[in-house]
């Protein structure tokens, strides 16, 4: 019988699962987190509960917020079980599993006012957020935030209820700098280029719109540190609560599995002190770009390399398509021809090096994660991850044909359908568009690279659009597995 877990269940855990050694009851409130998922359970938590764990840090527990009504169903769920969460690290030769305990509280998702209230308490010092990529309003062609989106027009207009992410922020700070109280930091932990830079322009753009001093005096006053954070977290299924009590005995309603590995470099650029995390392997630099831009080209770029052939060819798990020889030669020549020459050097970082972790950590076969996942959401994803780099290769007079077939890929993805004909269901908040465009695409391949709000000016240039028409009508004349086989060997 598993045991239930709760703070009462502390005490007695299974033998094989590690709790917290500290007295939650002494942990104080510091930090209010945005978007409370898997990747955050996986990520910042167990950092923190690592501090916690060491004796230091026990004033910067963490308070969860969410803006969505649906983020209610996983709140009732950390609810139940006094919002602790259990963590399970899993590679081919090792699985364990730990009970986390740095959460102490969740808001309701949806009542602005309670939010805004937790944020204006002094004891908050940071706000951090996981609302993943497309929750920032960013204009995708141009990269920049987007002030005349309609959710933030609304939250500009004068009494408005704030129900976005940034105007509920923004809230919070006017209380406090109306309250004499030190702002909070904006620390982003998502997956996005120059996320502490892309933070502030959303806090300070629709500030902008209220009042150009209020604008001011959060660029003044307001700090937005950069971070890269990485570790590989799939969603929970019944699969993984079903692991989790077979092989652990101990029940949780929302699990996180995960693998070993994990990364996190900051800025150190605070406005009221932060926990030392630089204690638990925390890296801070004084310039987090060089690494974001090598995760985000050779470990995002290469996620987005293996999701489409691999979707298109019916397979499930990420693991399973990097034991597919052409899906696995993909990425190998993708990545070694045209993704990581773009990328920079990085202090203390061998690019060949981190490519070889990446491979390794994308064939783990203990993780879980699915095909379908990564296929995910691509038109937030693929101009931020794969979009750059075409340029980037494109202003240098260096050929793009394997992006191309990779832009290729995703379209034909979209289109509906796999090489075997099977039915892919809706997986991006745009599908019906994409669909419909994919289906155009199918007889004009330009009409895919005119989507400018994604392809910007790459779908303009003459290289890319001759190779990428070239290598959709290949996939259309003689499916995924014969394209591939033709590109690993130079004649596509």
Same mark, same amino acid.
Request: include cysteine; proline fraction near 6%; glycine fraction near 10%.
């Given at each position: 019988?598993?045991?239930?877990?709760?703070?009462?269940?502390?005490?007695?855990?299974?033998? /094989?699962?590690?709790?917290? /050694?500290?007295?939650?009851?002494?942990?104080?409130?510091?930090?209010?987190?945005?978007?409370?998922?898997? !990747?955050?359970?996986?990520?910042?938590?167990?950092?923190?509960?690592?501090?916690?764990?060491?004796?230091?840090?026990?004033?910067?527990?963490?308070?969860?917020?969410?803006?969505?009504?649906?983020?209610?169903?996983?709140?009732? /769920?950390?609810?139940?079980?006094?919002?602790?969460?259990?963590?399970?690290?899993?590679?081919?030769?090792?699985?364990?599993?730990?009970?986390?305990?740095?959460?102490?509280? !969740?808001?309701?998702?949806?009542?602005?006012?309670?939010?805004?209230?937790?944020?204006?308490?002094?004891?908050?010092?940071? @706000?951090?957020?996981?609302?993943?990529?497309?929750?920032?309003?960013?204009?995708?062609?141009?990269?920049?935030?987007?002030?005349?989106?309609?959710?933030?027009?609304?939250?500009?207009?004068?009494?408005?209820?704030?129900?976005? @992410?940034?105007?509920?922020?923004?809230?919070?700070?006017?209380?406090?700098?109306?309250?004499?109280?030190?702002?909070?930091?904006?620390?982003?932990?998502?997956?996005?280029?120059?996320?502490?830079?892309?933070?502030?322009?959303?806090?300070?753009?629709?500030?902008? #719109?209220?009042?150009?001093?209020?604008?001011?005096?959060?660029?003044?006053?307001?700090?937005?540190?950069?971070?890269? @954070?990485?570790?590989?977290?799939?969603?929970?299924?019944?699969?993984?609560?079903?692991?989790?009590? /077979?092989?652990?005995?101990?029940?949780?309603?929302?699990?996180?599995?995960?693998?070993?590995?994990?990364?996190?470099? #900051?800025?150190?650029?605070?406005?009221?002190?932060?926990?030392?995390?630089?204690?638990?392997?925390?890296?801070? @630099?004084?310039?987090?770009?060089?690494?974001?831009?090598?995760?985000?080209?050779?470990?995002?770029?290469?996620?987005?390399?293996?999701?489409?052939?691999?979707?298109?060819?019916?397979?499930?798990?990420?693991?399973?398509?990097?034991?597919?020889?052409?899906?696995?030669?993909?990425?190998?020549?993708?990545?070694?021809?045209?993704?990581?020459?773009?990328?920079?050097?990085?202090?203390?970082?061998?690019?060949?090096?981190?490519?070889?972790?990446?491979?390794?950590?994308?064939?783990?076969?203990?993780?879980?994660?699915?095909?379908?996942?990564?296929? #995910?959401?691509?038109?937030?994803?693929?101009?931020?991850?794969?979009?750059?780099?075409?340029?980037?290769?494109?202003?240098?007079?260096?050929?793009?044909?394997?992006?191309?077939?990779?832009?290729?890929?995703?379209?034909?993805?979209?289109?509906?359908?796999?090489?075997?004909?099977?039915?892919?269901?809706?997986?991006?908040?745009?599908?019906?568009?994409?669909?419909?465009?994919?289906?155009?695409?199918?007889?004009?391949?330009?009409?895919?690279?005119?989507?400018?709000?994604?392809?910007?000016?790459?779908?303009?240039?003459?290289?890319?659009?001759?190779?990428?028409?070239?290598?959709?009508?290949?996939?259309?004349?003689?499916?995924?597995?014969?394209?591939?086989?033709?590109?690993?060997?130079?004649?596509?």
């Amino acid at each position: 019988m598993a045991t239930k877990l709760s703070s009462e269940a502390l005490a007695n855990l299974p033998a /094989k699962v590690a709790g917290p /050694k500290y007295d939650r009851a002494s942990l104080k409130a510091g930090i209010v987190h945005f978007g409370v998922g898997n !990747f955050h359970r996986s990520h910042q938590a167990v950092y923190l509960d690592d501090l916690f764990n060491s004796g230091l840090g026990h004033d910067w527990a963490l308070v969860g917020a969410g803006v969505f009504e649906g983020e209610k169903v996983g709140r009732a /769920k950390l609810e139940e079980q006094d919002w602790l969460t259990t963590v399970v690290e899993q590679d081919e030769g090792h699985m364990s599993a730990r009970v986390t305990g740095s959460m102490i509280d !969740f808001l309701t998702p949806g009542d602005p006012a309670g939010i805004i209230k937790r944020l204006a308490d002094p004891a908050i010092r940071i @706000v951090s957020l996981t609302i993943t990529e497309g929750g920032y309003f960013i204009d995708p062609a141009s990269g920049v935030f987007n002030p005349a989106h309609p959710d933030i027009v609304a939250d500009a207009q004068p009494g408005a209820t704030p129900k976005t @992410v940034f105007g509920i922020i923004l809230a919070g700070l006017v209380r406090r700098r109306d309250e004499g109280t030190v702002p909070f930091t904006v620390m982003s932990c998502d997956n996005i280029p120059h996320n502490g830079h892309v933070t502030s322009d959303g806090v300070i753009g629709l500030a902008r #719109l209220i009042d150009e001093d209020l604008a001011n005096w959060v660029g003044e006053h307001v700090a937005f540190p950069n971070a890269m @954070v990485d570790r590989i977290t799939p969603a929970t299924t019944d699969r993984e609560r079903g692991i989790l009590a /077979k092989d652990f005995g101990l029940e949780d309603n929302w699990p996180v599995f995960c693998e070993p590995f994990r990364q996190w470099v #900051l800025e150190d650029h605070f406005t009221d002190g932060r926990p030392p995390l630089e204690k638990v392997g925390v890296q801070f @630099v004084r310039d987090v770009a060089p690494y974001e831009l090598m995760k985000i080209r050779i470990l995002n770029g290469g996620h987005a390399t293996i999701a489409y052939p691999a979707g298109l060819m019916d397979i499930h798990f990420v693991h399973e398509a990097m034991q597919e020889p052409l899906v696995r030669g993909f990425l190998d020549k993708l990545e070694h021809d045209e993704i990581i020459p773009t990328v920079p050097p990085v202090p203390d970082t061998v690019l060949e090096n981190y490519y070889q972790l990446i491979d390794k950590r994308f064939s783990n076969p203990k993780i879980g994660d699915t095909v379908r996942r990564l296929c #995910l959401d691509g038109s937030n994803r693929q101009p931020k991850f794969i979009i750059p780099t075409i340029a980037d290769r494109l202003k240098a007079g260096q050929g793009v044909a394997g992006l191309a077939l990779e832009s290729a890929l995703w379209c034909r993805y979209c289109f509906g359908t796999t090489d075997s004909g099977a039915v892919i269901e809706p997986n991006d908040p745009s599908w019906d568009r994409l669909q419909a465009t994919a289906r155009a695409a199918k007889d004009a391949p330009a009409a895919w690279l005119a989507m400018e709000d994604i392809y910007g000016d790459v779908g303009r240039a003459t290289a890319f659009v001759e190779a990428f028409g070239h290598a959709l009508k290949m996939l259309w004349a003689d499916g995924t597995r014969a394209t591939l086989t033709r590109y690993l060997a130079g004649s596509l």
